[in-house]
């Protein structure tokens, strides 16, 4: 084919004959985005671990066959791992996580296997400790230590009221600090010192967000009503 055009591939609902897997072989040579619905679990197991297991098993082939693809919506239930092990995939571009349980190790193996990773996206998504569980409350840890960002936006829903907001940037050796009042009016996000960020950590109404990466040049939070920007 000596023309190829943008294909995109929406993983809802199926039949009981379908197979994701082998319909991302058979446009692999076409697909440049893909959107995964939560429907996807009904091809293995109902038991949310095993999904889980499997949903990540899915993504290392949609990684090692899509040789042409820009952009990743993830909306399945949870994702906890993505082997950096097995193939690099330097075509994505883009990756958006909605409604996820994302487990830590996943973002870091991610940021291995998703080199050219450009902008990424967290729709109300729930993450978890290394201990299991839920990180609903105070702090929030994104390693995607390999990757420049063009744009990251967090979209979190606070469940308790909090009165600021800081941000700890890490770029390799380099760790850059940032705070906001959490008002409606003062949407932009201001450069402060390591001991403003270390004297407010056991403070119960400070929410902290935790960012490694090369770069950002553009990052949002949306943060219940408030949008909080970063630009580099």
Not at 102 to 110: A, F, G, N, S, W
Not at 142 to 156: A, E, P
Not at 181 to 199: G, I, R
Request: charged share 25%; glycine share 2%.
């Amino acid at each position: 084919m000596s023309n190829r055009h943008e294909v995109t591939v929406s993983y809802t609902t199926f039949d009981e004959t379908s197979s994701p897997v082998e319909l991302i072989e058979e446009v692999e040579s076409l697909l440049t985005n893909l959107r995964i619905g939560s429907d996807i679990l009904r091809f293995f197991d109902t038991v949310e671990s095993t999904g889980a297991t499997y949903q990540g098993h899915f993504l290392d082939h949609v990684f090692k066959h899509c040789s042409l693809l820009k952009k990743i919506e993830c909306f399945f239930f949870a994702l906890e791992s993505c082997n950096p092990k097995l193939s690099i995939n330097t075509s994505i571009e883009e990756l958006v996580f909605g409604s996820n349980i994302i487990y830590p190790i996943v973002l870091e193996q991610l940021s291995i296997r998703l080199p050219n990773l450009r902008t990424m996206s967290f729709f109300e998504s729930s993450f978890m400790r290394y201990n299991g569980r839920c990180t609903y409350e105070k702090k929030l840890d994104i390693n995607m230590q390999h990757n420049k960002f063009d744009k990251l936006h967090i979209t979190r829903k606070p469940t308790q009221e909090y009165s600021d907001f800081f941000l700890k940037y890490s770029r390799e050796n380099e760790d850059t600090y940032f705070y906001n009042d959490l008002k409606p009016n003062f949407t932009w996000l201001s450069k402060c010192s390591y001991m403003d960020y270390y004297v407010r950590l056991s403070s119960k109404t400070t929410y902290f967000l935790n960012l490694r990466c090369k770069a950002v040049r553009e990052l949002t939070i949306q943060f219940g009503s408030i949008s909080i920007n970063y630009l580099a």
